[in-house]
């Protein structure tokens, strides 16, 4: 239980998952540039066998959502609602969707991270300090940076993944799979 005591961790891959979230109240999965879906809007198939690997890695009391860039701050709302709705401190563990280091993952990650501080989610372990400085120090060039990087070159993503979505709402947050009561 890598990570325990900390309110907020950071992990990558589903192995990160296993190492910082075994025991997480809510997994915020983010994915900053997913391989694009021929759809402009996910189905719940294309979620469930999108997701599919997570959902089975994942702790089964923990609730499952999806973020990256743009929805970044709207996921951050959203658990902050569900702590508050359930009056307690709630374990959140961030895990880039890349296996191993990745740039666009790692900095989306620390926007959602940072997202969470500034929301008083600020219990940080080392490695969630970590990617939410990147974040804060890179913010300014984030858009760069991620079109720049190997998954950007890569997809060629629209700049509107390349920025924090200010429009959005908690109900654009995607829930992968919801154990709340």
Known sequence: MQQAGYQVRFGFGVEGLR???SDAD???WVDALPTPTPTPMPTPTM???RFAHLVSAAPALATLISANLPTS???AQWVLDHQTNVNRRLAIAVIAASPVYAVDDFLAAGSVIDALS??????????AAAAEAAYRGLKNAVAHV????VAGREIAPERARLRVDT???VADVVVIRDVRS
């Open 47 to 49: 979620i469930d066998d």
């Open 26 to 28: 809510i997994i915020i």
């Open 167 to 169: 429009d959005a709402t």
């Open 19 to 21: 190492a910082c979230a």
């Open 73 to 75: 701050r709207v996921a």
């Open 118 to 127: 500034e929301l008083g989610l600020d219990a940080t372990s080392p490695e």
């Open 146 to 149: 991620m079109s720049a990087s």
